[in-house]
Protein backbone atom coordinates (compact mmCIF):
# COMPACT_ATOMS: atom_id res chain seq x y z
CA UNK A 1 0.00 0.00 0.00
CA UNK A 2 1.38 3.52 -0.51
CA UNK A 3 3.22 5.19 1.96
CA UNK A 4 0.35 7.76 1.89
CA UNK A 5 -1.58 5.90 4.47
CA UNK A 6 -1.16 5.42 8.08
CA UNK A 7 -0.87 1.91 9.38
CA UNK A 8 -2.76 1.20 12.60
CA UNK A 9 -1.85 -2.44 14.39
CA UNK A 10 -4.44 -3.02 17.24
CA UNK A 11 -3.23 -4.01 20.59
CA UNK A 12 -4.59 -7.41 22.34
CA UNK A 13 -6.85 -5.45 24.44
CA UNK A 14 -8.85 -4.09 21.67
CA UNK A 15 -11.51 -4.83 19.30
CA UNK A 16 -9.78 -3.82 15.54
CA UNK A 17 -13.36 -3.15 14.41
CA UNK A 18 -14.14 -0.57 17.11
CA UNK A 19 -11.34 1.18 16.72
CA UNK A 20 -11.84 1.66 13.09
CA UNK A 21 -15.64 2.89 14.17
CA UNK A 22 -14.02 5.31 16.67
CA UNK A 23 -11.88 6.32 14.38
CA UNK A 24 -14.49 6.69 11.41
CA UNK A 25 -17.30 8.70 13.76
CA UNK A 26 -17.04 12.76 14.20
CA UNK A 27 -15.28 12.41 17.49
CA UNK A 28 -12.30 10.39 15.65
CA UNK A 29 -12.39 12.35 12.37
CA UNK A 30 -12.16 15.61 15.26
CA UNK A 31 -8.61 14.22 16.68
CA UNK A 32 -7.73 13.07 13.47
CA UNK A 33 -7.68 16.11 11.47
CA UNK A 34 -6.77 18.73 14.19
CA UNK A 35 -2.87 18.35 13.87
CA UNK A 36 -2.68 18.31 9.73
CA UNK A 37 -0.65 20.87 8.28
CA UNK A 38 0.75 21.73 4.24
CA UNK A 39 -0.63 24.58 2.43
CA UNK A 40 -1.93 22.50 -0.45
CA UNK A 41 -1.89 18.99 0.19
CA UNK A 42 -2.78 18.02 3.77
CA UNK A 43 -0.52 15.57 5.97
CA UNK A 44 -0.66 13.95 9.76
CA UNK A 45 1.87 11.52 10.92
CA UNK A 46 2.02 8.77 12.82
CA UNK A 47 3.12 10.26 16.20
CA UNK A 48 -0.18 12.39 15.30
CA UNK A 49 -2.34 9.13 15.38
CA UNK A 50 -0.28 7.45 18.39
CA UNK A 51 -1.38 10.01 20.71
CA UNK A 52 -4.88 10.20 20.08
CA UNK A 53 -7.26 9.31 23.47
CA UNK A 54 -9.11 6.24 23.04
CA UNK A 55 -12.25 4.83 25.32
CA UNK A 56 -11.89 1.40 26.23
CA UNK A 57 -15.65 0.69 26.59
CA UNK A 58 -16.08 -2.98 28.14
CA UNK A 59 -15.30 -5.50 25.85
CA UNK A 60 -19.01 -6.84 25.31
CA UNK A 61 -19.61 -3.51 23.50
CA UNK A 62 -16.53 -3.38 21.55
CA UNK A 63 -17.28 -7.12 20.22
CA UNK A 64 -20.59 -6.19 19.04
CA UNK A 65 -19.57 -2.88 17.63
CA UNK A 66 -16.40 -4.95 15.91
CA UNK A 67 -18.45 -7.88 14.46
CA UNK A 68 -20.83 -5.40 12.21
CA UNK A 69 -17.93 -3.63 10.72
CA UNK A 70 -16.56 -7.52 10.12
CA UNK A 71 -19.90 -8.13 8.41
CA UNK A 72 -20.19 -4.34 6.24
CA UNK A 73 -16.65 -5.60 5.27
CA UNK A 74 -17.56 -9.20 4.19
CA UNK A 75 -20.29 -8.00 2.36
CA UNK A 76 -18.10 -5.26 0.16
CA UNK A 77 -15.71 -8.44 -0.27
CA UNK A 78 -18.51 -10.37 -1.56
CA UNK A 79 -20.14 -6.59 -3.77
CA UNK A 80 -16.30 -7.16 -5.42
CA UNK A 81 -16.69 -10.45 -6.29
CA UNK A 82 -19.80 -10.05 -7.97
CA UNK A 83 -18.28 -7.43 -9.97
CA UNK A 84 -15.47 -9.33 -10.98
CA UNK A 85 -17.72 -11.76 -12.01
CA UNK A 86 -20.01 -9.56 -13.97
CA UNK A 87 -16.52 -8.44 -16.06
CA UNK A 88 -15.92 -12.33 -16.37
CA UNK A 89 -19.47 -12.90 -17.68
CA UNK A 90 -19.44 -9.98 -20.00
CA UNK A 91 -16.10 -11.09 -22.26
CA UNK A 92 -17.65 -15.00 -21.90
CA UNK A 93 -21.06 -14.82 -23.04
CA UNK A 94 -20.58 -11.77 -25.66
CA UNK A 95 -17.98 -13.56 -27.58
CA UNK A 96 -15.46 -10.68 -26.87
CA UNK A 97 -11.39 -11.50 -26.55
CA UNK A 98 -9.40 -9.72 -23.88
CA UNK A 99 -8.73 -5.88 -25.24
CA UNK A 100 -4.89 -5.32 -25.58
CA UNK A 101 -4.42 -1.50 -26.90
CA UNK A 102 -0.90 -2.38 -28.18
CA UNK A 103 -3.31 -4.41 -31.31
CA UNK A 104 -4.11 -0.40 -32.19
CA UNK A 105 -2.66 0.70 -35.65
CA UNK A 106 -0.51 3.64 -35.14
CA UNK A 107 2.00 5.02 -38.33
CA UNK A 108 4.63 5.08 -34.65
CA UNK A 109 3.70 3.67 -31.46
CA UNK A 110 6.51 5.66 -29.65
CA UNK A 111 4.53 8.94 -30.02
CA UNK A 112 0.97 7.50 -30.92
CA UNK A 113 1.02 9.08 -34.15
CA UNK A 114 -2.18 8.29 -36.88
CA UNK A 115 -4.30 9.26 -40.04
CA UNK A 116 -7.93 10.05 -40.42
CA UNK A 117 -9.85 10.00 -43.23
CA UNK A 118 -11.54 14.06 -43.84
CA UNK A 119 -15.06 12.27 -44.75
CA UNK A 120 -14.68 11.39 -41.00
CA UNK A 121 -14.06 14.25 -38.99
CA UNK A 122 -17.49 14.81 -37.92
CA UNK A 123 -16.60 18.06 -37.39
CA UNK A 124 -14.08 17.46 -34.41
CA UNK A 125 -10.47 18.30 -35.07
CA UNK A 126 -9.06 17.15 -31.66
CA UNK A 127 -7.33 13.64 -32.00
CA UNK A 128 -8.18 11.67 -28.94
CA UNK A 129 -11.65 11.63 -30.64
CA UNK A 130 -9.82 9.65 -34.10
CA UNK A 131 -7.75 7.63 -31.65
CA UNK A 132 -7.29 4.00 -33.60
CA UNK A 133 -7.88 2.65 -30.17
CA UNK A 134 -11.47 3.62 -30.68
CA UNK A 135 -11.42 1.84 -34.13
CA UNK A 136 -10.20 -1.26 -32.55
CA UNK A 137 -12.69 -1.40 -29.74
CA UNK A 138 -15.25 -1.84 -32.29
CA UNK A 139 -13.60 -3.99 -34.99
CA UNK A 140 -13.67 -6.86 -31.94
CA UNK A 141 -17.52 -5.70 -31.09
CA UNK A 142 -18.58 -6.44 -34.37
CA UNK A 143 -16.59 -9.89 -34.22
CA UNK A 144 -18.89 -10.76 -31.29
CA UNK A 145 -21.80 -12.95 -31.03
CA UNK A 146 -24.39 -10.25 -31.22
CA UNK A 147 -25.63 -7.23 -33.20
CA UNK A 148 -24.50 -3.77 -32.12
CA UNK A 149 -26.78 -0.94 -30.77
CA UNK A 150 -26.19 2.38 -28.99
CA UNK A 151 -26.53 3.49 -25.50
CA UNK A 152 -29.29 5.87 -27.41
CA UNK A 153 -30.99 3.40 -28.68
CA UNK A 154 -34.73 2.81 -27.03
CA UNK A 155 -34.42 -0.68 -26.79
CA UNK A 156 -31.39 0.46 -24.29
CA UNK A 157 -32.41 3.60 -22.63
CA UNK A 158 -35.34 5.60 -22.26
CA UNK A 159 -33.38 8.62 -22.04
CA UNK A 160 -29.51 9.91 -21.55
CA UNK A 161 -29.16 13.00 -20.31
CA UNK A 162 -26.99 15.45 -18.07
CA UNK A 163 -29.03 17.96 -15.19
CA UNK A 164 -28.99 21.60 -15.60
CA UNK A 165 -26.61 23.72 -13.51
CA UNK A 166 -28.27 25.55 -10.14
CA UNK A 167 -27.72 27.40 -7.74
CA UNK A 168 -26.39 25.10 -4.48
CA UNK A 169 -28.00 25.62 -0.94
CA UNK A 170 -26.17 23.69 1.39
CA UNK A 171 -28.50 22.88 4.69
CA UNK A 172 -27.93 20.08 7.57
CA UNK A 173 -29.09 16.63 7.14
CA UNK A 174 -32.56 16.60 8.32
CA UNK A 175 -33.63 20.01 5.89
CA UNK A 176 -31.74 18.80 3.09
CA UNK A 177 -31.83 15.71 0.54
CA UNK A 178 -28.24 13.98 -0.28
CA UNK A 179 -26.18 15.57 -2.64
CA UNK A 180 -23.62 13.20 -5.01
CA UNK A 181 -20.55 14.57 -6.76
CA UNK A 182 -19.00 12.42 -9.39
CA UNK A 183 -16.04 11.33 -6.82
CA UNK A 184 -18.56 9.92 -4.80
CA UNK A 185 -20.26 7.08 -6.85
CA UNK A 186 -16.93 5.02 -7.18
CA UNK A 187 -15.95 5.45 -3.39
CA UNK A 188 -16.46 2.31 -1.33
CA UNK A 189 -18.45 5.08 0.81
CA UNK A 190 -19.82 8.08 -0.12
CA UNK A 191 -17.59 10.31 2.37
CA UNK A 192 -18.12 14.30 3.21
CA UNK A 193 -21.81 14.00 1.86
CA UNK A 194 -23.25 17.22 1.61
CA UNK A 195 -27.45 17.85 1.70
CA UNK A 196 -28.79 20.40 -0.49
CA UNK A 197 -31.98 22.64 0.54
CA UNK A 198 -35.52 20.80 0.14
CA UNK A 199 -36.91 24.17 0.53
CA UNK A 200 -35.11 26.58 -1.61
CA UNK A 201 -33.75 24.44 -4.57
CA UNK A 202 -36.08 25.25 -7.36
CA UNK A 203 -37.23 22.66 -9.49
CA UNK A 204 -35.21 19.82 -7.19
CA UNK A 205 -36.91 16.91 -9.33
CA UNK A 206 -34.32 18.03 -11.75
CA UNK A 207 -31.19 16.54 -10.05
CA UNK A 208 -32.95 13.31 -8.25
CA UNK A 209 -32.31 10.03 -8.59
CA UNK A 210 -33.96 7.14 -9.41
CA UNK A 211 -33.23 3.48 -8.47
CA UNK A 212 -31.70 1.06 -11.42
CA UNK A 213 -30.09 4.19 -13.08
CA UNK A 214 -26.85 4.10 -14.41
CA UNK A 215 -24.32 7.43 -13.51
CA UNK A 216 -21.27 8.27 -15.68
CA UNK A 217 -19.24 10.80 -14.47
CA UNK A 218 -19.34 13.56 -17.29
CA UNK A 219 -16.85 16.64 -16.02
CA UNK A 220 -13.15 16.38 -14.83
CA UNK A 221 -12.84 12.61 -14.47
CA UNK A 222 -14.34 11.29 -17.20
CA UNK A 223 -16.43 7.78 -17.51
CA UNK A 224 -16.25 6.27 -13.86
CA UNK A 225 -19.34 4.33 -13.97
CA UNK A 226 -21.95 3.25 -10.87
CA UNK A 227 -25.24 2.11 -10.73
CA UNK A 228 -28.36 3.54 -8.11
CA UNK A 229 -29.24 0.87 -5.83
CA UNK A 230 -32.28 1.27 -3.88
CA UNK A 231 -30.98 3.21 -1.01
CA UNK A 232 -29.81 5.78 -3.37
CA UNK A 233 -33.58 6.57 -4.68
CA UNK A 234 -34.55 10.18 -4.37
CA UNK A 235 -31.19 11.42 -3.93
CA UNK A 236 -29.67 14.44 -5.90
CA UNK A 237 -26.37 14.30 -8.32
CA UNK A 238 -24.51 17.04 -9.51
CA UNK A 239 -24.50 18.07 -13.17
CA UNK A 240 -21.41 16.39 -13.49
CA UNK A 241 -22.95 13.19 -13.71
CA UNK A 242 -24.68 11.52 -17.03
CA UNK A 243 -27.53 9.78 -16.02
CA UNK A 244 -29.02 6.70 -18.33
CA UNK A 245 -32.61 5.52 -18.10
CA UNK A 246 -32.26 2.05 -18.75
CA UNK A 247 -35.41 0.81 -21.07
CA UNK A 248 -35.91 -1.77 -18.42
CA UNK A 249 -38.65 -3.94 -20.48
CA UNK A 250 -35.90 -4.70 -22.73
CA UNK A 251 -32.47 -3.93 -21.38
CA UNK A 252 -30.52 -4.88 -18.07
CA UNK A 253 -29.27 -1.89 -16.33
CA UNK A 254 -26.27 -4.12 -14.63
CA UNK A 255 -25.48 -5.20 -18.11
CA UNK A 256 -25.16 -1.24 -19.22
CA UNK A 257 -22.73 -0.51 -16.25
CA UNK A 258 -20.85 -3.49 -16.61
CA UNK A 259 -20.19 -2.86 -20.37
CA UNK A 260 -19.58 0.80 -19.67
CA UNK A 261 -17.18 0.34 -17.02
CA UNK A 262 -14.83 -2.40 -19.21
CA UNK A 263 -12.29 -1.58 -21.64
CA UNK A 264 -14.89 -1.67 -24.54
CA UNK A 265 -17.12 1.29 -23.37
CA UNK A 266 -14.65 2.96 -21.06
CA UNK A 267 -12.34 3.96 -24.54
CA UNK A 268 -15.74 4.98 -26.52
CA UNK A 269 -16.70 7.23 -23.48
CA UNK A 270 -13.46 9.06 -22.91
CA UNK A 271 -12.59 9.45 -26.93
CA UNK A 272 -15.77 11.71 -27.04
CA UNK A 273 -14.17 14.03 -24.42
CA UNK A 274 -13.08 17.61 -25.01
CA UNK A 275 -12.11 20.93 -22.70
CA UNK A 276 -8.27 22.12 -22.32
CA UNK A 277 -8.35 22.04 -18.60
CA UNK A 278 -11.52 20.48 -17.45
CA UNK A 279 -12.50 17.48 -19.63
CA UNK A 280 -16.51 17.02 -20.52
CA UNK A 281 -18.55 14.63 -22.88
CA UNK A 282 -21.82 14.75 -23.40
CA UNK A 283 -25.08 12.64 -23.22
CA UNK A 284 -25.31 13.08 -26.98
CA UNK A 285 -21.90 11.40 -27.24
CA UNK A 286 -22.51 8.95 -24.70
CA UNK A 287 -25.73 8.03 -26.48
CA UNK A 288 -23.40 7.04 -29.44
CA UNK A 289 -21.45 4.91 -27.48
CA UNK A 290 -21.54 0.95 -29.36
CA UNK A 291 -23.27 -1.62 -27.17
CA UNK A 292 -23.73 -5.28 -28.17
CA UNK A 293 -27.67 -6.36 -27.84
CA UNK A 294 -27.76 -9.61 -26.91
CA UNK A 295 -30.90 -11.49 -25.81
CA UNK A 296 -32.53 -10.19 -21.99
CA UNK A 297 -31.47 -13.45 -20.28
CA UNK A 298 -27.96 -13.30 -21.45
CA UNK A 299 -28.10 -9.33 -20.56
CA UNK A 300 -29.52 -10.83 -16.58
CA UNK A 301 -27.00 -13.09 -16.36
CA UNK A 302 -24.54 -10.39 -16.94
CA UNK A 303 -26.08 -7.41 -15.07
CA UNK A 304 -27.65 -8.89 -12.03
CA UNK A 305 -24.49 -9.27 -10.30
CA UNK A 306 -23.87 -5.77 -11.11
CA UNK A 307 -27.50 -4.91 -9.30
CA UNK A 308 -26.69 -7.48 -6.21
CA UNK A 309 -23.14 -5.91 -5.63
CA UNK A 310 -24.86 -2.52 -5.17
CA UNK A 311 -27.13 -3.26 -3.30
CA UNK A 312 -24.68 -5.31 -0.77
CA UNK A 313 -22.30 -1.94 -0.66
CA UNK A 314 -25.25 -0.34 0.22
CA UNK A 315 -26.20 -3.03 2.98
CA UNK A 316 -22.68 -2.94 4.54
CA UNK A 317 -22.63 1.15 4.67
CA UNK A 318 -25.95 1.22 6.82
CA UNK A 319 -24.39 -1.66 9.03
CA UNK A 320 -21.55 0.33 9.43
CA UNK A 321 -23.44 3.64 10.51
CA UNK A 322 -25.58 1.50 12.78
CA UNK A 323 -21.84 0.47 14.14
CA UNK A 324 -20.40 3.80 14.30
CA UNK A 325 -23.60 5.56 15.37
CA UNK A 326 -23.56 2.72 18.36
Not at 259 to 282: D, K, N, P, R, W
Amino acid sequence: MTDDAIRVVPGTEIFSGFLYAYLSSWIGQALLTKDQYGMTVKHIEPHHIKSLPVPMIPDDLQRDIHEKIVHAYRLRDEANELLDKAEALLYEELGLPKFNEEEAKYLDPEVKAFTTKISELKLRLDATYHTPVVDLVLDKLKSGRYPLATIGDPRISKKVFIAPRFKRIYVSEEHGVPFLQGSHIIEMKPYDLKYISRKFTQNLHQWILKARWVLVTCSGTIGRVALVPDKWDGWAASQHILRIDANETESNPGYIAAFLSSTFGYHQVVAGSYGAVVSEITAEHLSQVSIPLPPRDVQDRIGNPVIEAYEKKEEANQIEDEAIKT
